[in-house]
């Protein structure tokens, strides 16, 4: 059974404390891996796809890898503007469009 | 504007009564999706559609109704609410290819008393 599991729950950090949020994964056929950022009573808001073992790429504060079992999203000294809650999803197998969400990291930088 | 809209923002409804929840995407994006958000479970897909006159079923659909007869509408039918299915409801769609990831709108929060 495909299935994502993020790491920890929540995260409090220091503005300029870099740290970094755990996705693990376990889905046949990985057709992509998906992280997003949601801010309370609004939608996810898109930041990356990865898809394969090695990739990599970066926004702003953000930097997102890949390996065969888990993606990192690296925050580099962050801002009070970075606390969010921040989502991985993956997409597995050429038979379904079932993009499958991790409960998420709860990210709260503080001045 | 361009985007994805759902509609209404907010809705209490009573335990027994249809309610339908609307979506509508600007851009023709072939897929649409229904998700749910729950605490402690995270983003469950209900339902999604990868074309007018396709839908299929995703984590979750009992209890619920889509239908799409027009690729940018993909209304949302609970038949007869249950207060289990108080939650936040979010629309998203996506292009072909993944690049973009998927759109989701603002969500619609559905209250059953």
């Known amino acids: 059974e495909d299935q994502v599991t993020q790491s920890p729950e929540a995260l409090r950090l220091q503005e300029g404390e870099s740290s970094s949020l755990n996705c693990s994964y376990t889905v046949s056929g990985l057709r992509g891996l998906f992280w997003y950022r949601q801010d309370p009573g609004k939608g996810p808001e898109f930041l990356f796809t990865l898809y394969s073992a090695g990739e990599e790429k970066e926004k702003e504060r953000l930097k997102a890898t890949l390996t065969k079992k888990e993606s990192f999203l690296h925050i580099t000294a962050p801002k009070p503007e970075d606390s969010a809650t921040y989502l991985c999803?993956?997409?597995?197998?050429?038979?379904?469009?079932?993009?499958?969400f991790g409960t998420g990291t709860r990210l709260q930088v503080f001045p | 504007d361009a985007g994805i809209t759902q509609s209404p923002r907010y809705k209490i409804t009573e335990t027994g009564r249809q309610v339908t929840l609307m979506c509508h995407q600007t851009?023709?994006?072939?897929?649409m999706f229904w998700y749910r958000q729950d605490l402690g479970h995270g983003l469950r897909l209900i339902y999604y559609s990868a074309a007018a006159d396709i839908t299929d079923k995703g984590e979750v659909p009992d209890g619920y109704v889509v239908s799409r007869s027009k690729t940018e509408n993909f209304p949302l039918t609970l038949e007869s609410a249950t207060r289990s299915q108080t939650s936040v409801y979010f629309c998203a769609s996506r292009e072909t290819d993944f690049d973009y990831g998927y759109t989701f709108g603002s969500g619609t929060r559905l209250t059953v008393v």
């Open positions: 851009w023709s994006h072939s897929y």
């Open positions: 999803a993956a997409l597995g197998s050429y038979n379904t469009d079932k993009l499958i």
